[in-house]
């Protein structure tokens, strides 16, 4: 091959599109560093008459501030206003809404199963127990296709605890003793349905320990976050009615409560609050 010849299969075309894409890979390897660059710079102490009026914050990095709107050079999110100049709160990662009542109307329906001497014990919740007349009646269902339901009414026995949020409630069969039911056939148990007001929260607030179910309640300035016990009802759709422990109008932590309370654990296992401002 002549000396300065170009090589078969390769132009000088080649080579300039070679040496292009070179350039862009430089050009864009430097705009990363630039941009980690100035992450560093807005994320260190505040100096200076800009950083000493910084009013936004990155709401996913709380070092990053800045005196004018814009974007975090980091993550790129736009950057949030705060009305102090005071260190950004964590309570920016976290959901705060206040626990309302709902008023609806329910049709309440339960596992059943029928024992010795015609009666028959359904398994409730406290929140529907709470529904209940002490003379309550009822329709137990039993299982099997052709199996006609059978009248029953709440008798006077109380109801046995079977878990922090459910009891075992009896009830007689109106047909007599036994009312033709074997002991031991399960079923259902179906109320007419009525309206019930309760407090509900979402299914992300809810965290769940060995000594029982709780919430992290908001304080009036967000900064300080308390474990709250709390006593269920029946979860539907995502929505966990609440029976016991939070009154409507209460805030709680509804989003990336887990993090909230590890945070709590890791600071300090006995403690029953975290203080998100330090």
Same mark, same amino acid.
């Given at each position: ?13 080649? !080579? ?8 862009? $890979? ?8 630039? &941009? $980690?660059? %100035? ?5 260190? +102490?505040?100096? &200076? ?31 949030? !206003? ?15 809404? =206040? ?9 309440? !329906? ?10 028959? =014990? ?16 009822? +329709?137990?269902?039993?299982?099997? *296709? ?41 079923? +259902? ?17 809810? $965290? ?10 908001? +304080? !009036? ?25 939070? *009154? ?11 993090? %909230? /309370? ?5 600071? /300090? ?10």
């Amino acid at each position: 091959m002549p000396e300065g010849a170009t090589p078969p299969g390769r132009s000088a075309g080649g !080579r300039w599109v070679f040496f292009g894409r070179l350039a862009l $890979l430089l050009a864009a390897a430097g705009a990363v560093a630039g &941009g $980690l660059a %100035l992450g560093r710079r807005t994320s260190s +102490s505040p100096s &200076g008459p800009a950083a000493a009026d910084a009013r936004y914050f990155c709401p996913m990095h709380r070092d990053v501030r800045s005196a004018t709107p814009g974007s975090c050079p980091i993550c790129g999110m736009a950057l949030e !206003r705060r009305e102090s100049v005071a260190e950004p709160s964590e309570i920016a990662s976290y959901e705060v809404r =206040v626990a309302r009542a709902h008023t609806g109307t329910r049709a309440i !329906r339960a596992p059943a199963r029928a024992e010795a001497g015609g009666v028959v =014990v359904a398994l409730l919740h406290l929140d529907e127990i709470a529904l209940l007349a002490p003379d309550e009646r009822a +329709s137990f269902e039993p299982a099997g *296709a052709g199996r006609a339901p059978i009248p029953v009414r709440r008798s006077a026995a109380p109801p046995r605890a079977w878990d922090d949020g459910t009891r075992e409630v009896t009830f007689d069969a109106d047909g007599g003793p036994g009312g033709g039911l074997a002991p031991g056939t399960p079923g +259902s148990i179906a109320f007419a349905p009525r309206r019930q007001q309760i407090v509900v929260i979402p299914e992300g607030a809810l $965290l769940q320990a060995a000594d029982g179910d709780y919430v992290m309640v908001a +304080s !009036r300035d967000d900064k300080t976050f308390t474990r709250r016990r709390v006593v269920i009802g029946q979860v539907t759709f995502g929505n966990i009615p609440i029976v016991g422990g939070l *009154a409507a109008g209460e805030r709680i932590a509804t989003r990336r409560t887990f993090f %909230l /309370d590890a945070g709590r654990r890791l600071r /300090d296992p006995a403690a029953s609050r975290i203080d998100v401002a330090r």
